[in-house]
């Protein structure tokens, strides 16, 4: 019902910066969380910076200062504005969302993960 689609991904050098973005569509009703989460090769999947269900924003340690997540609720879009990246930012990014959606009969909530986008950052 619905579904999660980032874009901004790719390949650039230690220091220079990306833009990621996730758009939410569907039978949404509201979006309560929203943020990225990434999953280096060997690693578990971490939270990097996500829009709590009371509004307010978490980064990971690592980021912060560097990252900064916004949105537009207009668009039920989150972006993800990555500077001053580092060799140890290389991973799959993956937008998470928890929505409430109307199922035709009924509404229910769920967690969403979008497909993923590769971000690679060469020293």
């Known amino acids: 019902q619905v579904q999660l689609v980032e874009s901004g991904g790719g390949l650039v050098q230690a220091g220079g910066s990306l833009r990621l973005s996730c758009a939410a569509s569907?039978?949404?009703?509201?979006?309560?969380?929203m943020g990225w989460y990434r999953q280096a090769p060997g690693k578990q999947r971490e939270l990097v910076a996500t829009?709590?269900?009371?509004?307010?924003?978490n980064y990971v340690d690592s980021v912060k200062g560097r990252f900064t997540i916004s949105r537009d609720n207009a668009k039920n879009t989150v972006y993800l504005q990555m500077n001053s990246l580092k060799p140890e930012d290389t991973a799959v990014y993956y937008c998470?969302?928890?929505?409430?959606?109307?199922?035709?009969?009924?509404?229910?909530?769920?967690?969403?993960w979008g497909q993923g986008t590769q971000v690679t950052v060469s020293s």
């Open positions: 569907g039978a949404i009703v509201s979006i309560n969380a």
């Open positions: 829009f709590t269900r009371s509004g307010r924003t």
């Open positions: 998470n969302a928890d929505v409430t959606y109307y199922g035709g009969t009924y509404y229910s909530t769920y967690d969403y």
